[in-house]
């Protein structure tokens, strides 16, 4: 049985652009099935604003079950609303009160400008990525399947750090504005298998430098734990500290013989 | 792939732009995770240094000896002459000086370091408030907690090493200068209030430099906390226990 929530008051941060200042708005929402998604509920929001003539409210989504990463939005103070584990796509308004008052705002970092009212641009972490999220492997005929044998708590915890849908939530979170969980993750994933051993420790120079080019430093709140739709683990960033102090001694070694 | 790597730069402002290659040490210092290092082992360091201070400092505890001579007086002789002959006097002492001075001026400028960095990274604040799930008292407090026992550091130094804000003071006479200093009720609450922040600074410093240096292990990471809970409580105890214990008369100096 659904029942109905009344009386929303939504502030939402409208921003006509990069260079606007912009400003929260209200919305009222008088009835909305508490079935709806949060992101039904801003659907349904815009269809009426733009049956008004007004400006539909500009927000990231794609695949709406958590495993694209391109939602994001500030719900509340909590990166991705209130409920645990999960992304903003996959938040109901059953989480939520009749006569609530949700305030609505975009990722908030340098390296994540603001392109329009909710949506940010994360290109950032792809700055990261390119520079060694990826393994050099022969291409040609097909390897047998498990020729390459991995232990399988190896295998699970690298399954882990893959989990990471690079949605940016652990930035945002972070009162740094620290990308490590991100940049962590991303690294234990190629770092710990078998086939990630080759550029292990240039890319962990790589892409640690790249990400201090754009973020913030961790100072171990573990917010980005909590706020991660995941939920990957602190200790990656953990293994990203120790790898790169490896990488720095590694390649400086290996520098000088050149 | 081609299609990726040939995309423009980011819309989003790099907060810096890579320099030119530093000498070894240089070069790690200059990147976060580097100043993290430093901010971890001078941090260890500096604990050790702490909990040793309050060790040391339980012997004002001990009461004169039946010739009048106080035990915490005869402790601070020892440290000064520690090695002797085969070491000049005070040499020992300056060595650990210099060490920590460095140790202390290295943490702090790591912390300026990263602390510009990070409201670099987030030049628009957040404009509704936020919604802290984890991040604690102690973690959001650290640089103000820093900033207190940097200013503490200042005034201890001044009033029992140097004893330039302490009358009377005499250099080596630790008992009387400590009691005479203690004995002052607005000097006693600053020291007991510094005290407190050092405590809470410890709780998340303590826990932070195993993340910091990558130590993690599932083997001990669940007694990360709570080692750093007994350190923070260890010298919070101990440090506060003397200034109550001289401005009840527990701790005395009869000349
Ligand atoms: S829309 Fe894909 S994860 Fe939320």
Same mark, same amino acid.
């Given at each position: 049985?659904?029942?109905?929530?009344?009386?929303?008051?939504?502030?939402?941060?409208?921003?006509?652009?990069?260079?606007?200042?912009?400003?929260?708005?209200?919305?009222?929402?008088?009835?909305?099935?508490?079935?709806?998604?949060?992101?039904?509920?801003?659907?349904?929001?815009?269809?009426?604003?733009?049956?008004?003539?007004?400006?539909?409210?500009?927000?990231?989504?794609?695949?709406?079950?958590?495993?694209?990463?391109?939602?994001?939005?500030?719900?509340?103070?909590?990166?991705?609303?209130?409920?645990?584990?999960?992304?903003?796509?996959?938040?109901?308004?059953?989480?939520?009160?009749?006569?609530?008052?949700?305030?609505?705002?975009?990722?908030?970092?340098?390296?994540?400008?603001?392109?329009?009212?909710?949506?940010?641009?994360?290109?950032?972490?792809?700055?990261?990525?390119?520079?060694?999220?990826?393994?050099?492997?022969?291409?040609?005929?097909?390897?047998?399947?498990?020729?390459?044998?991995?232990?399988?708590?190896?295998?699970?915890?690298?399954?882990?750090?893959?989990?990471?849908?690079?949605?940016?939530?652990?930035?945002?979170?972070?009162?740094?504005?620290?990308?490590?969980?991100?940049?962590?993750?991303?690294?234990?994933?190629?770092?710990?298998?078998?086939?990630?051993?080759?550029?292990?420790?240039?890319?962990?120079?790589?892409?640690?430098?790249?990400?201090?080019?754009?973020?913030?430093?961790?100072?171990?709140?573990?917010?980005?734990?909590?706020?991660?739709?995941?939920?990957?683990?602190?200790?990656?960033?953990?293994?990203?500290?120790?790898?790169?102090?490896?990488?720095?001694?590694?390649?400086?070694?290996?520098?000088?013989?050149? | 792939?081609?299609?990726?790597?040939?995309?423009?730069?980011?819309?989003?402002?790099?907060?810096?732009?890579?320099?030119?290659?530093?000498?070894?040490?240089?070069?790690?210092?200059?990147?976060?995770?580097?100043?993290?290092?430093?901010?971890?082992?001078?941090?260890?360091?500096?604990?050790?240094?702490?909990?040793?201070?309050?060790?040391?400092?339980?012997?004002?505890?001990?009461?004169?000896?039946?010739?009048?001579?106080?035990?915490?007086?005869?402790?601070?002789?020892?440290?000064?002459?520690?090695?002797?002959?085969?070491?000049?006097?005070?040499?020992?002492?300056?060595?650990?000086?210099?060490?920590?001075?460095?140790?202390?001026?290295?943490?702090?400028?790591?912390?300026?370091?990263?602390?510009?960095?990070?409201?670099?990274?987030?030049?628009?604040?957040?404009?509704?408030?936020?919604?802290?799930?984890?991040?604690?008292?102690?973690?959001?407090?650290?640089?103000?907690?820093?900033?207190?026992?940097? *200013? #503490?550091?200042?005034?201890?130094?001044?009033?029992?090493?140097? =004893? /330039?804000? @302490? +009358?009377? &003071?005499?250099?080596?006479?630790?008992?009387?200068?400590?009691?005479?200093?203690?004995?002052?009720?607005?000097?006693?609450?600053?020291?007991?209030?510094?005290?407190?922040?050092?405590?809470?600074? *410890? #709780?998340?410093?303590?826990?932070?430099?195993?993340?910091?240096? =990558? /130590?993690? @292990? +599932?083997? &001990?990471?669940?007694?990360?906390?709570?080692?750093?809970?007994?350190?923070?409580?260890?010298?919070?105890?101990?440090?506060?226990?003397?200034?109550?214990?001289?401005?009840?008369?527990?701790?005395?100096?009869?000349?």
């Amino acid at each position: 049985m659904s029942t109905k929530l009344t009386n929303l008051k939504l502030k939402i941060w409208r921003q006509a652009g990069p260079d606007d200042a912009g400003r929260f708005e209200t919305y009222e929402i008088p009835e909305i099935s508490d079935e709806a998604s949060f992101l039904e509920m801003l659907d349904i929001l815009n269809e009426r604003l733009i049956e008004q003539g007004d400006e539909a409210i500009v927000f990231d989504h794609d695949c709406r079950e958590g495993i694209c990463g391109t939602c994001s939005l500030m719900i509340n103070g909590q990166a991705h609303g209130p409920q645990r584990a999960s992304a903003t796509c996959q938040l109901h308004m059953r989480t939520f009160n009749s006569g609530d008052e949700i305030v609505i705002e975009p990722w908030r970092a340098r390296a994540f400008p603001i392109i329009k009212d909710l949506m940010v641009d994360r290109a950032a972490f792809d700055r990261i990525v390119e520079s060694g999220g990826f393994i050099s492997a022969p291409t040609g005929g097909a390897p047998d399947a498990n020729l390459t044998p991995i232990p399988k708590p190896v295998a699970d915890a690298a399954m882990d750090a893959a989990a990471c849908i690079g949605c940016g939530a652990c930035v945002a979170a972070c009162p740094n504005g620290a990308a490590s969980l991100f940049t962590s993750a991303k690294l234990s994933h190629l770092n710990r298998l078998p086939q990630g051993q080759a550029e292990r420790f240039r890319r962990t120079e790589a892409m640690v430098d790249t990400m201090d080019d754009y973020f913030g430093s961790c100072t171990n709140h573990g917010e980005c734990q909590a706020a991660c739709p995941k939920e990957i683990s602190i200790d990656m960033i953990a293994l990203m500290n120790s790898d790169y102090r490896k990488a720095k001694f590694k390649n400086r070694k290996n520098l000088s013989r050149i | 792939m081609a299609q990726t790597l040939s995309r423009t730069p980011v819309s989003g402002t790099a907060t810096s732009t890579p320099a030119k290659r530093k000498p070894f040490l240089l070069d790690l210092y200059s990147t976060a995770v580097g100043k993290k290092y430093v901010m971890a082992i001078t941090g260890i360091a500096m604990i050790g240094f702490v909990i040793v201070h309050m060790l040391g400092n339980l012997k004002l505890y001990q009461g004169a000896s039946a010739t009048g001579i106080y035990p915490i007086d005869t402790y601070a002789e020892w440290l000064a002459t520690l090695l002797y002959p085969a070491v000049p006097k005070y040499g020992v002492l300056w060595l650990a000086r210099i060490g920590l001075l460095t140790a202390a001026v290295l943490h702090v400028h790591a912390a300026y370091g990263l602390t510009v960095m990070n409201r670099r990274a987030r030049p628009v604040r957040y404009q509704s408030s936020r919604d802290y799930q984890v991040a604690n008292f102690a973690s959001r407090t650290m640089r103000w907690t820093g900033v207190i026992v940097l *200013l #503490f550091l200042f005034w201890h130094i001044a009033d029992l090493t140097l =004893g /330039w804000v @302490n +009358p009377g &003071f005499i250099y080596g006479d630790v008992q009387m200068n400590v009691v005479n200093s203690l004995s002052r009720v607005p000097v006693a609450l600053f020291y007991i209030v510094a005290n407190i922040a050092l405590g809470i600074h *410890l #709780f998340h410093g303590t826990w932070s430099l195993f993340q910091s240096m =990558g /130590w993690n @292990n +599932p083997r &001990f990471n669940s007694w990360r906390r709570g080692l750093a809970a007994a350190v923070a409580t260890v010298i919070v105890v101990g440090n506060v226990s003397f200034p109550i214990a001289i401005m009840t008369g527990v701790v005395t100096y009869n000349p």
